[in-house]
C-alpha cells in the first residue's frame, strides 16, 4: 500500500456515526449520585497525581460542547476531557493546551493516557492482554505540571457525534474537521471564561494537518494563538504522492530503522543522529539525482547508488538494482529484517518486530505490534470510574467495531468515509498564513526516528519550501526523538518531549 495511502488511512481510523441523541452529563459527581444527561456542562470531579515528590491537586471535566451554525441550529456535539490544575481564584491563568490525535478517525485517549495526561497506561513490551489490561499509573511526565489540558475528540470520534448523517458530511472532510476544532477552542474558552489564558493546540499525525488548519482559521478569526505542537507531523499530502520524493524523505527512517535492528557497519551504529544526517544529505543530493535521471542513469551510476542504498540500509545492493531503486515501506519493512526471517518491523514503530504467517504475506495494519498500546482496554473503565461519565454508547477509535457491522470490508474505518473530494491536500501555506497574520505563533514539530508513515525529512522539505521570512522561520523548531510514530511510547523520548514542550511554552515572549 503506498504510503500517502497509509498516511491517510491506515493509522487511526474509525466506524459509522454513532447516534447519541440528547447525551451529555452535568453536575460535580458526589458519591451515590448518577449525574443528569441534559447540557454542555461537564462531569466534574477531583483528583490529585504525585509528581517527582510534589502533590498536584486537579481538577477534571468530561462533557459535550454543541455545535451551532449561525442559525443556532444544532450540528453536532463535541466530546472533551480536560484537566485543570486547582489554583487560587486570583491567580493568573495557565496556559491552556488543546489536544487532538490523527487518523483521521482516532480519538483522543491515546494522547490522554499514554504521553500527556495525569495518569499513564503502565504497558510493558509485547502484546497488550484485553482481560488483563496493565495499570494506570501517575504520569510524572504529564504536561499538567506547565499547562491546563483539553483532549478532543473530533467529530464521529470517540463519544462526539453529529445530529444527522447529512451534517456528518459537513465534518469528514479536510475544512469541516479543522473548523469544527477551531469552533469547539473558541467555545471552549467562552464558557470556562479563558479568553485571556496564553493558548496552544497539539496535534498527532494526520492531528498535525488538522492543527495546521486550525491555526489558520483561528488568526482570521483574531483568536490569538501563541503556539502550535506537532508530533509525526504531515502538511502536504500531495509531495508525499511523489514517487520519487517519497523515496528521498523516507531513506532517513529507513537507516534510522536499519540502525536500531543491527543492521548497519559498525561504524554506522556509532551515532544515531550522525548516522542519519549522511544518509539524509546524500538522499537529498546523488539519491534525488539517480532517481531523476529515471532510464537515462547509466549502468555505473546504478551500480553505485545501489552500493550506497545498500550501506544505509542494510538491504543487499542486488535488491536495489532489481527494485530500481526504489523499495515501498511495505517490502522494506521485510527485507530490513533480513533474508529467511517470517518477520517485519512495525511500520509506526519500526523497532518492533511483527511475525508473517507466510513468506509474501501482505501487509495488514490490524496486525502491526507498533499500533498494540492497550489503551483501548481501559478507556471505558477510566472514564467511567474515575471521571464519572456513565454511558454505555460505543466510544469510537483505530479500527470501527461500532453498530452496525459494515457490508465491505473497513468501511466503518472513517477513512474510507472521508470526503478527500474536499480535500485541501497541502496545509503548509495554511501554517505561513497563520505564521505572517499572528507575529507571536511559534510552532514546534517533532519526529521519531523509527516510523515510516510521517517521515521527518518531507515536514522539513514543505517548510523550506513555503517562502517564509527569516523572522517566521525563526518561530519553527524540529527535534527527533528515539521512537516511533507515537515516539512518546518509548520512556526516554516521553520524559524528554515533556521538557521540550515545557521549554517552548516557558519561552513565549512577554507581551507588547
Not at 504521553?115 to 502484546?127: D, E, S
Not at 469544527?180 to 471564561?193: G, K, N, P, Q
Not at 532517513?252 to 544526517?277: G, M
Not at 537529498?284 to 551500480?303: H, I, N, P, V, W
Amino acid at each position: 500500500m503506498p504510503l500517502l495511502r497509509k498516511c491517510i488511512v491506515a493509522l487511526l481510523a474509525l466506524s459509522f456515526p454513532h447516534m447519541m441523541r440528547g447525551i451529555a452529563l452535568s453536575q460535580e459527581i458526589k458519591p451515590g449520585v448518577t449525574p443528569s444527561f441534559s447540557s454542555d456542562e461537564p462531569v466534574v470531579t477531583h483528583h490529585q497525581v504525585m509528581i517527582h515528590g510534589q502533590t498536584l491537586a486537579y481538577t477534571a471535566r468530561a462533557g459535550f460542547l454543541s455545535i451551532r451554525d449561525e442559525e443556532q441550529t444544532l450540528r453536532a456535539r463535541m466530546f472533551y476531557v480536560a484537566y485543570v490544575l486547582d489554583r487560587p481564584a486570583d491567580a493568573p491563568p495557565r496556559p491552556l493546551l488543546f489536544a487532538w490525535n490523527g487518523g483521521p478517525g482516532s480519538n483522543a485517549s491515546l494522547l490522554e493516557l499514554a504521553a500527556i495526561g495525569p495518569k499513564r497506561l503502565n504497558k510493558g513490551p509485547g502484546p497488550s492482554n484485553p482481560r488483563k489490561p496493565a495499570a494506570l499509573v501517575e504520569n510524572e511526565e504529564t504536561w499538567l505540571q506547565f499547562a491546563d489540558l483539553v483532549f478532543v475528540d473530533p467529530i464521529n470520534t470517540g463519544y462526539s457525534y453529529a445530529l444527522t448523517p447529512q451534517y456528518l458530511e459537513d465534518f469528514l472532510n479536510d475544512q469541516g474537521d479543522a473548523d469544527s476544532i477551531a469552533e469547539f477552542i473558541r467555545l471552549y474558552r467562552v464558557h470556562f471564561a479563558l479568553q485571556t489564558a496564553p493558548l496552544y493546540i497539539m496535534g498527532e499525525s494526520y492531528g498535525t494537518f488538522r492543527a495546521a488548519g486550525v491555526a489558520d482559521i483561528l488568526a482570521k478569526r483574531r483568536i490569538p494563538l501563541d503556539g502550535v505542537v506537532m508530533l509525526s507531523a504531515v502538511l502536504n499530502f500531495e509531495e508525499l504522492s511523489s514517487p520519487d520524493l517519497l523515496q528521498v524523505f523516507l531513506l532517513p527512517n529507513y537507516t534510522a530503522t536499519a540502525f536500531i535492528q543491527h543492521r548497519l557497519s559498525p561504524d554506522l551504529e556509532a551515532s544515531l543522529p550522525k548516522t542519519v544526517e549522511q544518509a539524509q544529505h546524500w538522499a537529498g543530493t546523488e539519491y534525488l539525482a539517480a532517481l531523476f535521471a529515471g532510464d537515462t542513469l547509466s549502468a555505473e551510476r546504478r551500480k553505485a547508488a545501489a552500493q550506497k542504498l545498500a550501506q544505509f540500509t542494510g538491504i543487499p545492493s542486488e535488491t536495489w538494482e532489481q527494485a530500481n531503486l526504489r523499495i515501498e515501506p511495505d517490502q522494506f519493512a521485510v527485507d530490513v529484517l533480513g533474508p529467511g526471517k517470517l518477520e517485519f518491523a512495525g511500520h509506526y514503530d519500526t523497532s518492533q518486530v511483527g511475525k508473517l504467517a507466510h513468506p509474501g504475506e501482505p501487509y495488514n495494519v490490524s496486525d502491526d505490534p507498533s499500533l498494540d498500546n492497550g489503551v483501548s482496554a481501559v478507556i471505558y473503565s477510566y472514564l467511567r470510574d474515575e471521571l464519572g461519565w456513565k454511558t454505555d454508547a460505543f466510544y469510537a477509535g483505530a479500527f470501527g467495531g461500532g453498530y452496525p457491522s459494515p457490508a465491505s470490508f473497513r468501511a466503518d474505518w472513517m477513512s474510507e468515509r472521508w470526503n478527500r473530494g474536499m480535500s485541501y491536500a497541502d496545509r503548509g501555506a495554511a501554517l505561513a498564513d497563520a505564521l505572517a497574520k499572528n507575529p507571536r505563533l511559534r510552532v514546534f514539530i517533532a519526529h521519531g526516528y523509527f516510523d515510516l508513515s510521517t517521515p521527518f525529512a518531507g515536514t522539513e522539505y514543505t517548510i523550506s519550501h513555503l517562502g517564509l521570512s527569516p523572522d517566521q522561520r525563526k518561530r519553527i523548531s524540529f527535534v527527533r526523538y528515539e521512537g516511533g510514530h507515537a515516539a512518546y511510547i518509548a520512556p526516554a523520548a516521553r520524559k524528554q518531549f515533556a521538557k521540550d514542550v515545557e521549554a517552548f511554552i516557558a519561552a513565549a515572549p512577554t507581551e507588547q
